[in-house]
């Protein structure tokens, strides 16, 4: 089983950037693959970036390429995304999960709690 922290969020201004941190507890981090979602109010939780167990391989949704980069440390049992060029339409809560290597939601099987990022123009 394995239990997800995020931190790093907070408020900042449009075009600045951010990075999140998701720290994992339990040894079996590096066998699950990892993605982040968000959630903006009023809104279905969405697929932001997954990033596979070895780090090897990423994916992206598409609307968020080029700003966003996922990246993991099997050493600290941490999985990052750095957001840049924010934009006030990426305020959401960002969640981290851990599952099987996917974009889809019902693939990850373990949760965050999520931390806010808001974006204010």
């Known amino acids: 089983q394995v239990q997800l922290v995020e931190s790093g969020g907070g408020l900042v201004q449009a075009g600045g950037s951010v990075r999140l941190s998701c720290a994992a507890s339990?040894?079996?981090?590096?066998?699950?693959?990892m993605g982040w979602f968000r959630q903006a109010p009023g809104k279905e939780r969405e697929f932001v970036a997954a990033?596979?167990?070895?780090?090897?391989?990423?994916y992206y949704a598409d609307s968020l390429k080029g700003r966003f980069t996922i990246s993991r440390d099997n050493t600290k049992n941490t999985v990052y995304l750095q957001m840049n060029s924010l934009k006030p339409e990426d305020t959401a809560v960002y969640y981290c999960?851990?599952?099987?290597?996917?974009?889809?939601?019902?693939?990850?099987?373990?949760w965050g709690q999520g931390t806010q990022v808001t974006v204010s123009s």
């Open positions: 990033i596979s167990w070895s780090g090897s391989s990423t």
């Open positions: 339990g040894r079996t981090f590096s066998s699950y693959a």
């Open positions: 999960a851990a599952g099987r290597w996917s974009w889809n939601i019902a693939n990850y099987d373990y």
